[in-house]
């Protein structure tokens, strides 16, 4: 399956400030995901990036406070901007591992972030 | 209504018990269905697909009711390393971002 490398595994950062996560995939992938996940919570989706075009956000989560970047098919970054205690949360990437049974996904290891 | 929804939890259950899981989802174009666990400040991991047909795992057994919308997870057996939080988790079709229910968490006793 594919492996994932998602940096920094975490950080304190100042209200603020930004913050950017990466994540490495060892193989080529058409989309990644990034979600969040707040504390005692289930993981929500932020939004989808394909290699290529802007990515698609969800209802709730807007450009400007994430950006995102995806460059090539096998990396992409996530900024946090602006932060503000609500942003701490764990934020996880993730892509269809078609190397699974029945296309399960593969997350990243998390970015457990927290604001101060 | 939530896209998925789970039994809240916790559960909390002695060594060597058998404990099963329940799920519903709305989306009747979902595709695909999995388990997931994730233990305390971890990324989820795949635990299992769940098949129409039912599929077994060593001690887990997961079954889909298409009709009902209705998933499970029954965990026999149980050791105190099977504690975690059971995600249930659905999509339309591959390459589309997976749908998360809130999670039960299984804590298993000695």
């Known amino acids: 399956s594919a492996v994932i490398s998602q940096k920094p595994s975490r950080d304190i950062c100042q209200r603020g400030t930004s913050l950017t996560i990466q994540c490495q995939v060892d193989?080529?992938?058409?989309?990644m995901f990034w979600y969040r996940q707040q504390p005692g919570q289930s993981l929500t989706l932020i939004a989808t990036?394909?290699?290529?075009?802007?990515?698609?956000?969800e209802s709730g989560f807007v450009i400007d406070k994430f950006p995102i970047s995806r460059p090539n098919l096998t990396f992409s970054t996530l900024t946090v901007s602006n932060m503000s205690p609500e942003d701490s949360s764990i934020y996880l990437c993730?892509?269809?591992?078609?190397?699974?049974?029945?296309?399960?996904?593969?997350f990243g290891s998390g970015t457990r972030l927290t604001v101060v | 209504r939530k896209e998925v929804e789970q039994d809240p939890g916790p559960f909390n259950v002695p060594e060597g018990a058998t404990v099963a899981f329940n799920c519903t989802y709305s989306?009747?174009?979902?595709?695909?269905f999995f388990w997931y666990r994730q233990d305390c400040r971890k990324e989820p991991k795949l635990l299992m697909s769940v098949y129409s047909s039912g599929n077994e795992d060593g001690r887990f057994t997961a079954q889909l009711n298409r009709a009902s919308q209705y998933i499970s997870l029954l965990i026999r057996d149980s050791k105190l390393s099977d504690s975690a939080t059971y995600l249930c988790v659905v999509n339309q079709a591959g390459n589309t971002p997976l749908v998360f229910g809130k999670g039960t968490r299984l804590s298993v006793i000695a």
């Open positions: 193989s080529q992938v058409t989309m």
């Open positions: 989306n009747s174009a979902s595709q695909s």
């Open positions: 990036a394909n290699q290529g075009s802007e990515a698609t956000y």
């Open positions: 993730s892509v269809a591992d078609r190397g699974m049974t029945n296309y399960g996904y593969t």
